[in-house]
């Protein structure tokens, strides 16, 4: 059997994927990166394999609506609103004033008004992935300056969802049907651009009051009965089910994209308690997918461009690395935040991705774009996320040196608890109980270990779970506990027990490793699925290896040991396990 083009391309451009991608986390730049490569590698402007474009694209779809369900799921208006009086007014005046340069540049290459208000729009939005990777990293996520550019974020990525559904009717308006495509209702009563606009949004309002109404009961209700039967596989199965079929719904009956589509069905779901799971079992295939989204993404990209165009080249990198940059600090100086927080907003926004992406691809196939606005919009996009670390050590170096000395505090007035500037603050037990993971497991241990008076700390990098922890009264660490800074900040050295609760063995197996490497004689109890994974991590250096399935069998035995006893509702360890 001769293999097809789909079969090539999935194998070419997984493959290259991880070897660019590796390369990139090699040299400490995102992965992205290297993805983004791996499609300049398989597409038609390099020697050598060239993938299937119209099957790329297919795939490509599929990626813009997995990573738009994966927004939807974590988005957070809690976050969104703890910030809202600089996020908010923030954002929005920063994306006019990119939207705006890059109008100026379109017009300046001979562009029209939409092209440029286009290009404009997709220099104006920061990568999720990297704004969050570089946050994280740095340690900065619960921070002020973190939260601040999270919400700054969202309020970006809402305004592009919205985008994503006012352009394709523009384009509509001004160039009438696409060929091959349907004439649109509103270009057959000749209702102009404001009349477009009127009936796009009045299908956005539907699909949206669709969405509450109907969507809001019917999402959850089915994903509990779902997980209700037990079955992992068909839990999986459901969620794509949701995240794909809510977007073909979207498009098919309401004449929206797939994108808002996507992200409704995912800011659904984030509102049931099963958001948790859904996004952990949606994840591998959503990684995968967007994935192929950022190689079909790399094979549209003309390397000639940067021979061809070095002047709007480093206009657009100029527009990208300074011009949002500079309308970000001023912008957060002006409602008073301190210099430091400015600085790092400025550098995280510093960067385009994703919405770029999507932004240019519409605009190139509704015939509104030209193709070197894509060229360049891809090319700004990689060499900014190139310099994205540079702009962040630089600002950690000036942000460094700007700290004034600290005055000598009267005795008679307490300093003023200052905002830490990362979020690992090292602790100050010893002798204490250390959790890695606050999930169903480890919020039972670490209601037992208070409730027998030990001092608890708890590892966790999941906010329902950070929150869950903070109520039981732990003293808690954010961020990962794989990361040598996190466990050396929990006082692993000083720990009196250490248990790894987290059901990712390999993740578990490298807690391990690290905490026995830092403390040879703690005692570590870890938990496992399998036998497999027990042998795994007892060579990870866990000294007690749990798995819940042999416990449970136990907990059974011991009651048929017991035939006089009819117990009610389970034992602590069965239930526990």
Same mark, same amino acid.
Request: glycine letters at 10%; hydrophobic letters at 55%; one cysteine or more.
């Given at each position: 059997?001769?293999?097809?083009?789909?079969?090539?391309?999935?194998?070419?451009?997984?493959?290259?994927?991880?070897?660019?991608?590796?390369?990139?986390?090699?040299?400490?730049?995102?992965p992205l990166v290297g993805y983004l490569l791996a499609g300049v590698a398989v597409g038609p402007f390099t020697?050598?394999?060239?993938?299937?474009?119209?099957?790329?694209?297919?795939?490509?779809?599929?990626?813009?609506?997995?990573?738009?369900?994966?927004?939807?799921?974590?988005?957070?208006?809690?976050?969104?609103?703890?910030?809202?009086?600089?996020?908010?007014?923030?954002?929005?005046?920063?994306?006019?004033?990119?939207?705006?340069?890059?109008?100026?540049?379109?017009?300046?290459?001979?562009?029209?008004?939409?092209?440029?208000?286009?290009?404009?729009?997709?220099?104006?939005?920061?990568?999720?992935?990297?704004?969050?990777?570089?946050?994280?990293?740095?340690?900065?996520?619960?921070?002020?300056?973190?939260?601040?550019?999270?919400?700054?974020? $969202?309020?970006?990525?809402?305004?592009?969802?919205?985008?994503?559904?006012?352009?394709?009717?523009?384009?509509?308006?001004l160039n009438g049907a696409r060929p091959g495509a349907p004439s649109p209702l509103a270009a057959q009563f000749?209702?102009?651009?404001?009349?477009?606009?009127?009936?796009?949004?009045?299908?956005?309002?539907?699909?949206?009051?669709?969405?509450?109404?109907?969507?809001?009961?019917?999402?959850?209700?089915?994903?509990?009965?779902?997980?209700?039967?037990?079955?992992?596989?068909?839990?999986?199965?459901?969620?794509?089910?949701?995240?794909?079929?809510?977007?073909?719904?979207?498009?098919?009956?309401?004449?929206?994209?797939?994108?808002?589509?996507?992200?409704?069905?995912?800011?659904?779901?984030?509102?049931?308690?099963?958001?948790?799971?859904?996004?952990?079992?949606?994840?591998?295939?959503?990684?995968?997918?967007?994935?192929?989204?950022?190689?079909?993404?790399?094979?549209?990209?003309?390397?000639?461009?940067?021979?061809?165009?070095?002047?709007?080249?480093?206009?657009?990198?100029?527009? $990208?690395?300074?011009?949002?940059?500079?309308?970000?600090?001023?912008?957060?100086?002006?409602?008073?935040?301190?210099?430091?927080?400015?600085?790092?907003?400025?550098?995280?926004?510093?960067?385009?991705?994703?919405?770029?992406?999507?932004?240019?691809?519409?605009?190139?196939?509704?015939?509104?774009?030209?193709?070197?606005?894509?060229?360049?919009?891809?090319?700004?996009?990689?060499?900014?996320?190139?310099?994205?670390?540079?702009?962040?050590?630089?600002?950690?170096?000036?942000?460094?040196?700007?700290?004034?000395?600290?005055?000598?505090?009267?005795?008679?007035?307490?300093?003023?608890?200052?905002?830490?500037?990362?979020?690992?603050?090292?602790?100050?037990?010893?002798?204490?109980? $250390?959790?890695?993971?606050?999930?169903?497991?480890?919020?039972?241990?670490?209601?037992?270990?208070?409730?027998?008076?030990?001092?608890?700390?708890?590892?966790?990098?999941?906010?329902?779970?950070?929150?869950?922890?903070?109520?039981?009264?732990?003293?808690?660490?954010?961020?990962?506990?794989?990361?040598?800074?996190?466990?050396?900040?929990?006082?692993?050295?000083?720990?009196?027990?250490?248990?790894?609760?987290?059901?990712?063995?390999?993740?578990?197996?490298?807690?391990?490793?690290?905490?026995?490497?830092?403390?040879?004689?703690?005692?570590?109890?870890?938990?496992?699925?399998?036998?497999?994974?027990?042998?795994?991590?007892?060579?990870?250096?866990?000294?007690?290896?749990?798995?819940?399935?042999?416990?449970?069998?136990?907990?059974?035995?011991?009651?048929?040991?017991?035939?006089?006893?009819?117990?009610?509702?389970?034992?602590?360890?069965?239930?526990?396990?």
């Amino acid at each position: 059997m001769h293999h097809g083009p789909l079969i090539a391309i999935l194998v070419a451009g997984l493959g290259l994927a991880f070897v660019f991608g590796a390369l990139a986390q090699k040299f400490r730049f995102p992965p992205l990166v290297g993805y983004l490569l791996a499609g300049v590698a398989v597409g038609p402007f390099t020697p050598g394999f060239v993938a299937d474009q119209g099957l790329a694209n297919q795939l490509a779809e599929i990626g813009v609506i997995l990573l738009m369900f994966g927004v939807g799921l974590h988005f957070s208006l809690k976050d969104l609103l703890s910030v809202k009086a600089v996020a908010v007014p923030g954002a929005i005046v920063q994306i006019g004033v990119a939207t705006l340069l890059g109008l100026g540049l379109g017009l300046l290459l001979g562009w029209t008004w939409v092209a440029g208000v286009v290009f404009g729009l997709a220099l104006s939005v920061a990568s999720t992935v990297v704004l969050l990777r570089a946050l994280q990293e740095r340690r900065l996520v619960q921070t002020e300056k973190g939260k601040i550019a999270v919400g700054w974020l $969202i309020v970006e990525d809402l305004a592009m969802v919205l985008a994503l559904v006012l352009i394709p009717a523009v384009a509509d308006a001004l160039n009438g049907a696409r060929p091959g495509a349907p004439s649109p209702l509103a270009a057959q009563f000749d209702l102009g651009l404001w009349g477009v606009l009127g009936l796009t949004l009045a299908k956005v309002i539907a699909f949206v009051a669709f969405m509450l109404i109907v969507g809001r009961r019917v999402i959850p209700w089915c994903l509990h009965w779902v997980a209700h039967t037990g079955s992992r596989e068909l839990f999986r199965l459901a969620v794509l089910a949701v995240a794909l079929g809510v977007a073909f719904l979207a498009a098919s009956l309401f004449g929206v994209s797939f994108a808002l589509g996507a992200f409704f069905a995912g800011m659904i779901l984030s509102e049931s308690p099963l958001s948790q799971r859904a996004a952990e079992e949606s994840l591998p295939l959503r990684d995968a997918f967007a994935v192929l989204f950022f190689v079909s993404v790399g094979m549209l990209f003309d390397p000639g461009i940067l021979l061809r165009a070095p002047g709007p080249l480093l206009a657009t990198l100029a527009i $990208i690395l300074i011009g949002k940059s500079v309308a970000a600090w001023l912008i957060v100086r002006a409602f008073g935040r301190s210099n430091a927080v400015a600085l790092t907003i400025s550098a995280s926004l510093a960067q385009i991705g994703e919405f770029s992406f999507i932004l240019a691809g519409l605009g190139v196939s509704l015939a509104i774009l030209p193709e070197q606005g894509r060229d360049l919009i891809l090319a700004g996009a990689i060499l900014s996320i190139l310099l994205n670390p540079v702009l962040f050590a630089i600002v950690e170096k000036i942000s460094t040196e700007a700290q004034p000395a600290k005055p000598k505090q009267s005795a008679a007035i307490p300093a003023p608890t200052p905002e830490p500037e990362r979020d690992i603050v090292p602790t100050s037990l010893s002798a204490h109980m $250390i959790v890695v993971g606050y999930g169903r497991v480890g919020s039972l241990l670490g209601a037992g270990l208070l409730a027998h008076g030990e001092k608890l700390l708890v590892i966790e990098d999941q906010s329902d779970a950070i929150e869950a922890a903070r109520r039981d009264g732990a003293e808690i660490i954010v961020g990962n506990a794989a990361d040598p800074e996190v466990l050396s900040a929990a006082g692993v050295a000083r720990a009196k027990r250490l248990f790894v609760a987290i059901p990712q063995s390999f993740e578990a197996g490298q807690v391990c490793e690290q905490a026995r490497r830092d403390n040879p004689t703690l005692p570590i109890v870890a938990r496992a699925h399998s036998d497999a994974e027990v042998e795994h991590l007892t060579k990870c250096g866990a000294t007690l290896t749990i798995m819940g399935e042999a416990e449970i069998a136990r907990a059974m035995l011991a009651l048929c040991a017991r035939p006089d006893s009819t117990p009610t509702e389970p034992p602590p360890s069965a239930e526990a396990a």
